[in-house]
T-cell receptor, first 112, second 111 residues
Framework: GEQVEQLPSILRVQEGSSASINCTYE??????FPWYKQEPGENPKLIID?????ERKQTQGLIVLLDKKAKRFSLHITDTQPGDSAMYFC???????????FGGGTRLTVRP | AQTIHQWPVAEIKAVGSPLSLGCTIK??????LYWYWQATGGTLQQLFY??????VESVVQLNLSASRPKDDQFILSTEKLLLSHSGFYLC??????????FGSGTRLTVL
């Protein structure tokens, strides 16, 4: 199986600053790492993902880094806005068809 | 485009009563379908998955069962609800690229 640890569980930042969330995984065979954003009362929505053949991916103010040696991946939100306030979940999967294991979640609050 | 529909949107049920939650996906043939559960403020826990009609695998036992009666339908049920069943139930499917997409969810409150 897989275990994913996500830190911090609570993150408060000032609008315009950056926010970083870190996840570690156990299974060195894991090759797919998505990030989901969940707003209150809503379903989780995929915001960015990275596969093991990449070390960095960037889209629309989001940067994902993957360090396979350290079995660690991270999400960086640049120039945060109040609309970025939500729960964020990282996840990891060992192979196609295997279970996607989620981290415990990070509640991000962006203060105006 | 694929669409996933879950019903009901919310349920308030008594302990010991039965439950049936449904999920239908349109626009994709033979989808892999999943049921996830999320406690309030908690993480996402996979309960069941199904790769074809009539075939369901259990991931976590929570006194729940699931069935896949049609290619586009996934049902979650129990005959006797427990207080611990309260939470947010999410149906999900994976694309050909193995990306997981969630339905809008059913909020269940057991009293």
């Amino acid at each position: 199986g897989e275990q994913v640890e996500q830190l911090p569980s609570i993150l408060r930042v000032q609008e315009g600053s950056s926010a970083s969330i870190n996840c570690t995984y156990e299974n060195s065979a894991s090759n797919y790492f998505p990030w989901y954003k969940q707003e209150p009362g809503e379903n989780p929505k995929l915001i960015i993902d990275i596969r093991s053949n990449m070390e960095r991916k960037q889209t629309q103010g989001l940067i994902v880094l993957l360090d396979k040696k350290a079995k660690r991946f991270s999400l960086h939100i640049t120039d945060t806005q109040p609309g970025d306030s939500a729960m964020y979940f990282c996840a990891a999967r060992a192979k196609a068809g295997a279970k996607l294991t989620f981290g415990g979640g990070t509640r991000l609050t962006v203060r105006p | 485009a694929q669409t996933i529909h879950q019903w009901p949107v919310a349920e308030i049920k008594a302990v010991g009563s039965p439950l049936s939650l449904g999920c239908t996906i349109k626009g994709k043939s033979s989808p892999n379908l999943y049921w996830y559960w999320q406690a309030t403020g908690g993480t996402l826990q996979q309960l069941f998955y199904s790769i074809t009609v009539g075939q369901v695998e259990s991931v976590v036992q929570l006194n729940l069962s699931a069935s896949r009666p049609k290619d586009d339908q996934f049902i979650l049920s129990t005959e006797k609800l427990l207080l611990s069943h309260s939470g947010f139930y999410l149906c999900a499917w994976t694309s050909s690229a193995e990306t997981l997409y969630f339905g809008s969810g059913t909020r269940l409150t057991v009293l």
